[in-house]
């Protein structure tokens, strides 16, 4: 039992589940990210330090995330793997900020779900554990609580390991994927779900992108890695900026900003009326 309560099982390695169809059937999605052109891959790995916030969700069935990724393939059977935080008030039953992980290797028509709750990850730290709580968030202007999280390919078993706070937590099986040899995508942002018709929840810290550090939500010491497996820090030229609702959310890549935060970014907004 953890110190908030929850009860987590011992599982033997080779008898654990993974996790529910992480897309909600008729929700509309925001999004506010920054990721790498596929003309620059392939890519082996994909890291960064993100502050971790706690925005307020109104229902039960809104979702508020802060995330990286890799991924590989055309949309419409995309492999992919996400790892960070969200809020998501209906998978765990509260409003709280949770660490999390998605996988999928069709785009999640037929495969992928969150964390363990389907066959797919294998976790082998015994102390760190997807779904776990947030223990301590940050402020707007205050005190900045933040994880270390990356998403690295083994080049021998060419599974993908996903760490935490620098530690393994555990790690995604190649044979899970259909096309995953490499990421021919790496990325670092935000997304909220909501029904339609409905007010989109915040994301980040619920303010936009404006450099200073303890404001919006960010990714420091953000870095990729590359056909060589050496880590790189995206320069500005092989990055591409997105977000589909610009007055809810936003999103700002800055590149190289020195040995305080690296190469880093930041994104997120008030939600609101965003529009089905």
């Known amino acids: 039992m953890t ?3 929850d009860i987590v099982d011992c599982i033997d390695i080779n008898k654990q589940l993974a996790f529910d169809h992480p897309l909600l059937k008729n929700h509309k999605l925001q999004i506010a990210e920054v990721f790498l052109l596929p003309q620059f891959g ?3 790995g994909v890291s ?3 502050s971790a916030y706690n925005p307020r969700v109104n229902r039960m069935d809104q979702i508020s995330a802060s995330h990286l990724w890799v991924q590989n393939g055309q949309m419409d059977d995309s492999n992919k793997i996400a790892a960070g935080w969200h809020v998501h008030p209906h998978l765990y039953g509260d409003d709280a900020t949770y660490l999390y ?3 999928t290797s ?4 037929k495969t ?3 964390n363990i709750r389907c066959p797919g990850f ?3 730290s015994k102390v760190h554990y997807l779904g776990a709580r947030v223990r301590n968030t940050s402020i707007y202007g205050g005190i900045m609580f933040d994880l270390a999280v990356s998403i690295s390919q083994d080049p021998v078993t060419k599974n993908w390991w996903l760490n935490m706070q620098n530690t393994n937590i555990g790690y995604f099986p190649a044979a899970l994927f259909s096309n995953m040899a490499s990421a021919d995508r790496v990325g670092w942002g935000g997304r909220t ?5 409905t007010l989109s929840p915040p994301m980040g810290s619920g303010h936009f992108p404006d450099n200073n550090f303890v404001h919006a939500c960010y990714f420091e010491f953000v870095s990729f890695k590359n056909a060589s497996r050496q880590n790189c820090g995206p320069e500005k030229y092989q990055t591409q900026v997105f977000t589909d609702k610009s007055y809810c959310f936003g999103v700002e890549y800055y590149g190289n900003q020195g040995v305080k935060v690296g190469y880093s970014l930041q994104f997120g907004g008030p939600g609101g009326n965003c529009g089905n």
């Open 122 to 124: 294998v976790q082998t």
């Open 106 to 109: 069709d785009n999640f028509k």
């Open 193 to 197: 779900r909501t029904p339609p018709n």
């Open 101 to 103: 992980s998605a996988w």
């Open 3 to 5: 110190n908030f309560g």
């Open 48 to 50: 960064g330090i993100n």
């Open 42 to 44: 392939p890519y082996y």
């Open 112 to 114: 992928g779900c969150f």
